[in-house]
């Protein structure tokens, strides 16, 4: 069956601090990769995501992610993160071109400690 | 306006009210999806539509009924609730087909709350 894991619910980090959270999907297939943010009483907003072509994809806030066909993982990174970084954050996978179905992690929640 | 639009962004509601969830998009999008978002639970895919038309009902309850009259409006009619279908309910668009898709916009979400 095809899945989004997201090992981590929720990640403590104090500010300034580097990141990762971690996202794995089970698909032998290309798929279309995602991260978006929820910040508190929001919609989800897209943080950045991957199609095709270099496997170093950077989005918004200073966020990146790498994604790695052979362990099938798309985990995000931030060098140093900041209190509004504080959010729940999932990864998103699409692993059927033409449907565009959209499957969820059950995310992770970043806090950031001052 | 720009993007996607939820209305209304609160709702309490009682076991027997009938209520309906308003979703409009200003991004051209042809596909349009409710999702539910329970606490501690991942996001489920409710409905979609393609062109209007219902492509996906991921096993919902009767007592969620989705309506798109066209490929900007989406609604959710709710009666007979239960408390348990107390979720924050979020609207998505998305181009689909072609050579270049794009990924989904949420819209803000309706916290609703079944008393």
């Known amino acids: 069956a095809q899945s989004v894991t997201q090992l981590d619910s929720q990640v403590p980090v104090f500010e300034e601090a580097p990141v990762e959270l971690r996202c794995n999907y089970s698909s032998s297939v290309s798929v279309y990769l995602f991260w978006y943010v929820q910040y508190p009483n929001q919609g989800l907003q897209l943080l950045l995501k991957y199609l095709s072509g270099s496997t170093l994809v950077k989005g918004i806030n200073g966020f990146e992610a790498e994604f790695n ?24 996978v699409i692993f059927n071109f033409g449907n565009e179905k959209l499957t969820f992690g059950t995310g992770t929640r970043l806090t950031i400690i001052p | 306006e720009t993007g996607v639009t939820q209305t209304p962004r609160h709702l309490v509601m009682g076991m027997t009210n009938k209520k309906s969830l308003k979703c409009e998009q200003h991004l051209g999008h042809n596909a349009m999806y409710w999702y539910k978002q329970s606490a ?19 096993s919902v309850p009767s007592r969620f009924s989705p309506e798109c009259p066209n490929s900007s409006h989406l609604f959710l009619h709710l009666h007979t609730l239960q408390p348990e279908d107390s979720a924050l309910y979020l609207c998505a668009s998305s181009q689909v087909g072609g050579s270049m898709n794009t990924e989904a916009f949420f819209g803000q979400g309706t916290r609703l709350t079944v008393v």
């Open chain 1, 69 to 92: 066909k052979s362990q099938t993982s798309f985990h995000l990174r931030k060098p140093s993160v900041h209190i509004s970084d504080t959010a729940e954050y999932f990864c998103a």
């Open chain 2, 40 to 58: 501690k639970k991942p996001l489920e895919l409710m409905f979609v539509y393609n062109f209007k038309e219902q492509t996906e009902n991921n």
